[in-house]
């Protein structure tokens, strides 16, 4: 590998800091690959790039001029594993050019501050300072060429860090914090019921932020549901897709169960019998697809179907564990999250949603299993189940 040198860094790169990838010991081979592998995927669109990890850092370089720097940025800071990410200028490895580099890269920011410190890091032990000289060097030279900033050790407004590495020195200035979490793929595959709510896109958001691959199920009653309220779960699918990457929508005709279902049960049951039925089906689309749990938008007595009951009796139909990340949240709080992730406004479109389509007048908030299975015996389970599973429509959503 010596076709890199010292002479010809690339004018400007991007650091990801790694977040509880670093803690996990062993497995932080694995867990840097699949970053990598999942940075490489997501910035395919904005150029070409080499993303290469070391010493717990990644670097995301260009390899061409032609390359979208600010798209890729943006698209970094959605990248689940990563807890900081900067832009850095790539200097020459003399303290004289790492000066020079920080003065020019990050006027703007020094000219916006009014405290500063420098933090250096030499891996390179042929470099002639080591890291405290370099910086007092740097500090020293950046306080004469900007008289308005004062040092501060312990609180400054920018913290211009110096980095001495094997190539090329860096410079880079505070980091963006980054999406948390851990990199999709570590945390195994989950199926999730994405209805056009509020609730399930900030579920589904949440488990992928803990490494989840999701692909998507979404039950769709038309004529009672119309195209648009599909096209509306299509699109907050794709509004995911920055976080989890290219995203299956496995869309399941379900209005013959909804229609039986009303034909043939009791109306106090019928949210709590239909969704047993999703439960059900979701596990089918688990079974096919290799995952190993469902995930749903269901928040502790939001509404009939979500009293503690009510969640028992949905689960007793699956044997895959049911995750519910934002079970103990307040509406407010998941209105939050929707915000910050981009996905409530379109959540709030008018659209109906197959739940609302016969609502009970009266449904049972404290339901028995018994009366459940009583109310499924009218009904020709498995038959409805295949029917529904053979008339899935999947949609492939792309970051
Ligand atoms: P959300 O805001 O996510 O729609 P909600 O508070 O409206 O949730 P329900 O309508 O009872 O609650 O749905 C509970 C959960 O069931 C949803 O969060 C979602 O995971 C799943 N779900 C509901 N309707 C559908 C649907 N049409 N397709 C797929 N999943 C659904
Ligand atoms: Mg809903």
Known sequence: MTNQTASTPPAELILLKLGEVVLKGLNRRGFEERLIGNAKRRLKKHGTFKVTSRQSIVYVEPLSDSCDMDGAYDTLCKLFGVVGVSRAKACEKTPEAIFAAAADYLRDDLLA?????????????????????????VGGELDEAFPHLKPDMHDPDVTVHCEVRDFAAYVHANPAPGAGGLP???????????????DSPVA???????????????????????????????QLAQLLTPWCGRLTVHVVPFTEIQE??????????????????????????AQRIGAHGLVTGESLGQ?????????????????????????????????????????????????????????????KTHPTREELEEAETKLDVEGLIRKAVDGIERVVMEP
Not at 184 to 198: D, E, H, N, Q
Not at 264 to 282: A, K, Q
Not at 320 to 336: A, S, W
């Open 260 to 285: 039986e279902l009303r034909r043939s049960c009791p109306e106090p049951l019928f949210t709590l019998l239909m969704r047993r039925f999703m439960m059900r089906i979701s596990e089918r689309v």
């Open 113 to 137: 501050a009014s405290t500063f410190k420098v933090e250096s890091k030499r891996s390179d032990k042929a470099f002639p300072m080591n890291s405290i000289q370099l910086s007092q060097y």
């Open 204 to 234: 589904s958001w949440m488990m992928a932020k803990r490494g989840v691959a999701l692909e998507m199920v979404h039950f769709f009653s038309y004529p009672y549901t119309s195209p648009e309220a599909k096209d509306k779960v299509l």
């Open 184 to 198: 999709v793929g570590m945390g195994g595959r989950a199926v999730s019921l994405l209805s056009g709510g509020i």
């Open 303 to 363: 509404v009939a179907s979500q009293t503690m009951d009510a969640m028992a009796v949905t689960n007793a139909v699956v044997d895959l564990p049911v995750f519910r990340p934002v079970v103990g949240m307040d509406k407010e709080e998941i209105i939050r999250i929707a915000r910050n992730i981009g996905t409530f406004e379109t959540s709030i479109l008018p659209y109906e949603d197959c739940c609302t389509v016969f609502t009970p007048r009266h449904p």
